[in-house]
């Protein structure tokens, strides 16, 4: 009967481990609203308050869209670098009131 109880502890405690991290994550948009991240002129995410979290996110976030942009771009018949430009200036001119934004200078402005 304890040997069943350790096992159950044991499983118990190896279940939590598994599941916290996901419960951690922070969403994108939990992210862009509290300040952590915005969006940079080259059309990728970038890490305004850099803590582990924030940079898988931005990690994830910026990898997908890099094979989204690289579809358009072959689809377009163009370079990468024009797709990543304009929907990098389509991102930053829809971002609402509140969310960071890079700037022409390289610095992160509140819009």
């Known amino acids: 009967m304890k040997q069943i109880k350790n096992i159950l502890t044991f499983a ?16 994108l948009d939990d992210a862009k609203n509290q300040g952590l991240v915005g969006e940079q002129l080259n059309g990728y995410l970038g890490a305004v308050k850099s803590t582990p979290e924030v940079n898988a996110l931005v990690k994830k ?5 890099r094979e989204a942009y690289a579809e358009t771009a072959r689809n377009a018949g163009v370079e990468i670098n024009i797709i990543e430009l304009r929907i990098g200036e389509r991102l930053i001119q829809r971002a609402p009131a509140g969310q960071y934004v ?8 509140k819009k």
């Not at 118990?12 to 969403?27: E, Y």
């Not at 976030?61 to 869209?65: C, E, L, V, Y």
């Not at 890079?102 to 402005?109: A, H, L, M, R």
């Open 12 to 27: 118990t405690l190896l279940l939590s481990l598994i599941i916290t991290p996901a419960a951690w994550a922070i969403s």
């Open 102 to 109: 890079q700037t022409p200078n390289g610095q992160w402005s």
């Open 61 to 65: 976030i910026n990898s997908k869209r």
